[in-house]
Structure formats: C-alpha cells, structure tokens
C-alpha cells in the first residue's frame, strides 16, 4: 500500500537548520510531483515547496532563498532543507505526492497521498 513517511522535525532556536525528509513506496515515485505543505492549528494547509518529476523545484515566497526543495527517485525520496528558521515557520510539515499531469500543482486538494506529518518547532 501506499506510505508516505516524514522524518526530521524538532525543537531549534530561531536562526537554526532542520533537515526533513519524505520516503515514499507503494507508487511510481518518479512519475509523482512531490510537495512540503505545513499546518498550524485552526489554519488551513500551506504550500512550502514543490519538486516536478525532472527535480525542477519551487517554494514559497515566504521561504525563498532560506528553504531548499529535492528530491532522489532512486532513492524515493524527497526532501526539505531549512536554513535561518523563524518562529513562524513553526507547524506541522507535511510531505504529499500527485501523479503528474501537465504541470505540478501547489494545492493540497490536488495532492492524494500524504505522510503522517511531522513537527517543527522554531523557539529560543
């Protein structure tokens, strides 16, 4: 069956780094756009950043020039490199996958597999 599996949350003081990392199975990870979404609570799901099949990336604006998207398809994995944190970029990081079609979406509805989540929190 499907798994999307996030790892690499935690606690870090403000100006820190959080690697995160998203392992998928149980689908044709290279033909999937992968997406970093994060949700704090009583707010909606927000787009972090997005890498298509070929590894072309994008994020947030937001997050420009401090959170880097990639991905291994040999080793189905996707991953989110977060420089310079802020203590608003704490929430509840999300890793999710669509098949591709065209373009890579930044909407969670379109995304249909999704991991479990896991927490980042950004506090001196």
């Known amino acids: 069956h499907v798994q999307l599996v996030e790892s690499g949350g935690g606690l870090v003081q403000p100006g820190g780094s959080l690697r995160l990392s998203c392992e998928g199975s149980g689908y044709p990870f290279s033909r999937y756009c992968m997406g970093w979404f994060r949700q704090i609570p009583g707010k909606g799901r927000e787009w972090v950043g997005t890498s298509d099949t070929e590894g072309m990336t994008s994020v947030a604006d937001s997050v420009k020039g401090r959170f880097t998207v990639s991905r291994d398809n040999a080793k189905n994995t996707l991953t989110l490199q977060a420089n310079d944190l802020k203590p608003e970029d704490t929430a509840m990081y999300y890793c999710?996958?669509?098949?591709?079609?065209?373009?890579?979406?930044?909407?969670?509805?379109?995304?249909?597999?999704w991991g479990q989540g896991t927490q980042v929190t950004v506090s001196s």
């Open positions: 999710a996958a669509h098949p591709r079609n065209g373009y890579c979406s930044l909407r969670p509805a379109d995304f249909v597999y």
